[in-house]
């Protein structure tokens, strides 16, 4: 079976290009993680996820766990045999949707109680327990157990949180079960306070993980502060293991977080985006419901081969979203992902050509012009039906 590894094929300033070996195949970083919280990518099928390109998605430990259950998903095969993706998963540990019940749980240092959002039945996670039921539905790789503080929040409060994170890291690691092409990683906190950073990367990096992730930034700090922070944090992370920024972006944040040396993202922002109506592309974002799409017959992108910008035009789509059909999300959401993961090969085909700051530049630019005119529109409209 194949070790975990990641090895570096080419850096542009700070930015990376490698490849992360695991037991269910090779992902090519940077990369971007569909977010499939329940086993299921929404509004799309598997097949439909394969096809843009992405090459490993992530799922949650919280939802996975209230239902269907741990044990339900082993019995049927794992989460990879069940959502019908064999290639690797990523599974969140449950912290952060934890901490994001309010009053329906209680921390206490050794885990947390809680109520399901679902059915009030109350449930427990803790280091050891997160990283159990990780194992049980055969993550790829497994996230340590974290607590993730709201921003703002006193220096104090988040120097107390990342440090009983630390501890609860020692714990996950000290419970996770060792096995060829697996991995965990550690996750740095510490708000956007640059010597909570330090100590907390410091603090992972003498435990040892497979990988470290860079959590508690796109909580509401803004993009500049979230930048200020990479800039310090990245630099104390070992050169040799992929980087994982945790619930980050837009198309910016990625390209920002990638020139400061992060290999791996996630967001639902793209699938979420997809089911209002909000359409990412080379100029931008379109919101497809808007009275100027009812006759544009241009499709949402021309460079785009999805199924969404091949067979159909923008004005179908504003029909499906103002009819409330459910095509309209499917669509969108699948066009949003082939976006992404097309910035990312992009992204990465800079790297290697040793072109990151032009072509980044490039992408910054077209993005603030907006969306083309008719007579800049690279290719041909779709002819209007006679």
């Given at each position: 079976?194949t070790?975990?590894?990641?090895?570096?094929?080419?850096?542009?300033?700070?930015?990376?290009?490698?490849?992360?070996?695991?037991?269910?195949?090779?992902?090519?970083?940077?990369?971007?993680?569909?977010?499939?919280?329940?086993?299921t990518?929404?509004?799309?099928?598997?097949?439909?996820?394969?096809?843009?390109?992405?090459?490993?998605?992530?799922?949650?430990?919280?939802?996975?766990?209230?239902?269907?259950?741990?044990?339900?998903?082993?019995?049927?095969?794992?989460?990879?045999?069940?959502?019908?993706?064999?290639?690797?998963?990523?599974?969140?540990?449950?912290?952060?949707?934890?901490?994001?019940?309010?009053?329906?749980?209680?921390?206490?240092?050794?885990?947390?109680?809680?109520?399901?959002?679902?059915?009030?039945?109350?449930?427990?996670?803790?280091?050891?327990?997160?990283?159990?039921?990780?194992?049980?539905?055969?993550?790829?790789i497994?996230?340590?157990?974290?607590?993730?503080?709201?921003l703002?929040?006193?220096?104090?409060?988040?120097?107390?949180?990342?440090?009983?994170?630390?501890?609860?890291?020692?714990?996950?690691?000290?419970?996770?079960?060792?096995?060829?092409?697996?991995?965990?990683?550690?996750?740095?906190?510490?708000?956007?306070?640059?010597e909570?950073?330090?100590?907390?990367?410091?603090?992972?990096?003498?435990?040892g993980?497979?990988?470290?992730?860079?959590?508690?930034?796109?909580?509401g700090?803004?993009?500049?502060?979230?930048?200020?922070?990479?800039?310090?944090?990245?630099?104390?992370?070992?050169?040799?293991?992929?980087?994982?920024?945790?619930?980050?972006?837009?198309?910016?944040?990625?390209?920002?977080?990638?020139?400061?040396?992060?290999?791996?993202?996630?967001?639902?922002?793209?699938?979420?985006?997809?089911?209002?109506?909000?359409?990412?592309?080379?100029?931008?974002?379109?919101?497809?419901?808007?009275?100027?799409?009812?006759?544009d017959?241009?499709?949402?992108?021309?460079?785009?081969?999805?199924?969404?910008?091949?067979?159909?035009?923008?004005?179908?789509?504003?029909?499906?979203?103002?009819?409330?059909?459910?095509?309209?999300?499917?669509?969108?959401?699948?066009?949003?992902?082939?976006?992404?993961?097309?910035?990312?090969?992009?992204?990465?085909?800079?790297?290697?050509?040793?072109?990151?700051?032009?072509?980044?530049?490039?992408?910054?630019?077209?993005w603030?012009?907006?969306?083309?005119t008719?007579?800049?529109?690279?290719?041909?409209?779709?002819?209007?039906?006679?």
């Open positions: 079976m070790a975990f590894n990641w090895r570096c094929e080419a850096v542009d300033g700070r930015a990376r290009a490698g490849v992360l070996e695991t037991a269910h195949g090779p992902v090519a970083t940077p990369t971007f993680m569909p977010v499939g919280t329940v086993g990518v929404k509004a799309m099928t598997m097949d439909a996820v394969r096809s843009t390109g992405a090459g490993i998605v992530l799922g949650n430990t919280y939802h996975l766990m209230l239902r269907p259950g741990a044990e339900r998903v082993r019995a049927l095969g794992g989460l990879h045999r069940m959502m019908d993706w064999p290639g690797p998963i990523l599974t969140d540990s449950g912290g952060f949707q934890v901490m994001s019940l309010g009053a329906l749980r209680k921390l206490d240092q050794d885990g947390v109680t809680f109520q399901s959002h679902i059915d009030g039945s109350k449930h427990r996670l803790d280091p050891e327990r997160s990283t159990a039921i990780q194992y049980v539905l055969d993550a790829t497994t996230m340590c157990f974290d607590e993730c503080p709201a703002p929040a006193e220096a104090e409060a988040i120097a107390a949180s990342m440090r009983l994170s630390m501890r609860w890291a020692a714990r996950s690691r000290e419970a996770f079960v060792q096995r060829e092409g697996y991995g965990q990683f550690g996750i740095v906190q510490g708000g956007v306070e640059p909570l950073r330090a100590e907390s990367a410091k603090a992972l990096c003498d435990i993980f497979e990988g470290y992730a860079i959590g508690g930034l796109a909580v700090e803004g993009q500049e502060l979230m930048f200020a922070t990479l800039d310090v944090t990245t630099p104390l992370l070992p050169g040799d293991k992929p980087r994982y920024l945790m619930g980050v972006g837009t198309p910016d944040d990625l390209l920002g977080g990638v020139e400061r040396g992060v290999d791996m993202f996630d967001c639902v922002m793209p699938t979420r985006a997809g089911r209002t109506a909000r359409a990412y592309n080379e100029r931008g974002t379109l919101n497809l419901r808007n009275a100027r799409f009812a006759t017959a241009r499709p949402i992108s021309p460079d785009c081969d999805c199924l969404a910008c091949s067979r159909h035009s923008r004005a179908y789509l504003h029909h499906l979203f103002r009819a409330d059909e459910i095509l309209g999300p499917m669509l969108l959401t699948w066009h949003n992902l082939a976006y992404y993961q097309r910035m990312m090969r992009g992204l990465r085909a800079a790297i290697i050509a040793g072109d990151l700051a032009a072509h980044g530049a490039a992408l910054r630019a077209a603030a012009q907006g969306d083309w008719e007579d800049e529109w690279p290719q041909p409209s779709i002819p209007p039906v006679p």
